[in-house]
């Protein structure tokens, strides 16, 4: 009677979030969430117990320039890739450039119950469902932003077969249903990266809370909470600032964030401003840090059944303290799984991870997770081609686990059971998808030495590739994910370029293609 209960009863404990779209007028970009995590203060705080009474990253990071969100509502998504951006090369990530928030706005994979146009903006879930997923981010270059274009609609598609940059590794959430408190996004800030808010625009246009002279802000107006319409970057934080000169009411003690902005560098100072720890008008509800980085050339492969579930749209909860997830998935070629990516809801919840085949466990990890958000988790475990298996995963909470899935969508999940005590298993056979994801790298089977035939030879060298032709005929290098690495048109009749070992080149010498790998 027990197992009957338990199966019925997940199916009425699935909350849906929703989110109210920001009018069409309205060109700010941010459309607000509710809060969905919870977050123990104790704990953010016993990340560093001193920390400095100022602080700036810009005294100690190269930033890009400020970019400007010109008529689009994509505040949302510049401040997603500017805070990406300054993180990686917090870590000391060779040769950042900017990432493309265009991208990220037409690729999102967020339905939105069909009612979502670009022009309505976005959010720190919907930039959490893109980058979880493997769809981004790409480089500005591959997909550049044009300010003249306020919905993104002229001369473009949903952009596809692009060179991406690295995978982000975690999406961290400092916050619950509270704002967090100012120790808490120092933390965040010191330790991990810049932390994307949001705030009602009003506090940066209207004259009554901007001070333009000084380039700082402070209100007492509680719509930050209530009606957040912009987003923005926290960079540093300032405890003496107490430049509030030209506002009709000040606060009653000094401090102040310093804030990135998305209007370009003419706007503010730089783009830049202050703004009090006072201010009710901006809110932290969703404080997210954009953290780490996996090199794409690591990755061949992203096994998922929902894009969408980095987002969190709907949570799960059935109140007990141990819940259990099976993802079954099939391996296309021959591969070794690297890392797994799920989503944490609540701070301390300790997940532990099996990767089986055929009844076999192959890999086992068991991590406590003190700061809410989405990880990709390293974990190794080999497999052949075409080979089932499963991914496992036991939330455990000494409260209750909740589990987040992705948005309520048309297809039945037939591919995801879950269970209560990781004996008895039954199928999900609901419209929602649970927060599973693996990412794969192609398990050479041996490498070549040689190919010699159609008048083309392959030869391997110590430290690259010489390819020899009896014909001048056109050569293109391409990496095993269809990157073109190198071409050559002059007649010439051997080249020599430059190739890491244990890795997979597809080379086309004039209508013959060859796969070699090194």
């Known amino acids: 009677m027990k197992k009957i209960l338990f199966f019925v009863s997940i199916f009425s404990i699935i909350t849906h979030y929703s989110m109210s779209f920001a009018q069409e007028n309205e060109t700010f970009g941010l459309i607000p969430v509710k809060a969905i995590h919870t977050f123990s203060t104790n704990e953010a ?35 997603t890739c500017s805070a990406i951006e300054t993180t990686w090369t917090k870590d000391g990530k060779e040769n950042v450039n900017y990432l493309s928030p265009k991208h990220l706005v037409l690729n999102h994979n967020c339905r939105l119950n069909g009612s979502y146009t670009t022009s309505q903006g976005g959010n720190t879930k919907m930039s959490a469902a893109y980058l979880s997923s493997g769809e981004g981010p790409v480089l500005e270059t591959q997909c550049p932003y044009i ?18 940059a690295d995978l982000v590794k975690e999406i961290l959430k400092f916050s619950d249903s509270q704002n967090a408190d100012i120790t808490t996004i120092k933390n965040a800030l010191y330790n991990y990266g810049p932390v994307v808010i949001g705030m009602d625009e009003t506090l940066l246009s209207n004259s009554s809370f901007y001070d333009n002279s000084n380039h700082s802000c402070y209100s007492t107006t509680n719509s930050g909470k209530t009606h957040a319409d912009h987003a923005g970057i926290i960079v540093g934080w300032d405890d003496t600032f107490n430049k509030f000169d030209n506002l009709a009411t000040k606060p009653s003690k000094p401090g102040a964030w310093i804030v990135q902005n998305t209007w370009g560098e003419d706007k503010n100072d730089n783009g830049f401003y202050y703004m009090s720890y006072e ?55 021959k591969e070794t799984i690297t890392h797994v990516g799920l989503y944490i809801l609540d701070a301390n919840t300790t997940v532990s991870i099996e990767i089986k085949s055929n009844g076999t466990s192959l890999a086992y990890k068991t991590k406590t997770y003190t700061v809410p958000g989405f990880y990709f988790e390293s974990i190794n475990a080999n497999l052949n081609q075409s080979t089932p298996f499963d991914i496992i995963l036991h939330y455990h909470h000494e409260t209750a686990a909740r589990i987040a899935t992705g948005e309520t969508i048309s297809t039945q999940n037939t591919k995801q059971q879950y269970s209560g005590n990781g004996t008895d298993w039954y199928p999900m056979n609901n419209k929602v ?15 070549n030495k040689q190919i010699e035939n159609d008048n083309v030879k392959i030869v391997a060298t110590t430290n690259g590739l010489t390819i020899q032709t009896q014909k001048t005929e056109p050569i293109f290098i391409y990496s095993a994910t269809g990157h073109l690495l190198f071409h050559d048109f002059s007649p010439k009749k051997e080249i020599h370029i430059p190739a890491s070992s244990n890795q997979l080149y597809i080379i086309r010498v004039g209508e013959k293609v060859y796969k070699f790998i090194k």
């Open 45 to 79: 705080s016993q990340l560093r117990s001193s920390l400095p009474q100022s602080y700036d990253l810009r005294d100690y990071y190269s930033f890009l320039p400020t970019r400007s969100q010109g008529k689009a509502n994509t505040c949302w998504a510049i401040a």
């Open 147 to 164: 300010l003249e274009d306020s919905d993104f609609a002229t001369g473009n598609v949903f952009i596809e077969n692009k060179e991406k």
């Open 279 to 333: 201010c009710n008008t901006f809110t932290t509800t969703d404080a997210t840090v954009f953290k780490g980085n996996i090199a794409r050339k690591d990755v061949d492969c992203i096994y998922q059944y929902d894009k969408s579930t980095g987002g969190a749209f709907n949570i799960i909860s059935p109140g007990i303290q141990n819940f259990y997830i099976k993802s079954s998935f099939e391996t296309t070629e």
């Open 433 to 447: 998808f649970f927060c599973t994801k693996v990412l794969t790298k192609k398990t050479p089977n041996s490498s």
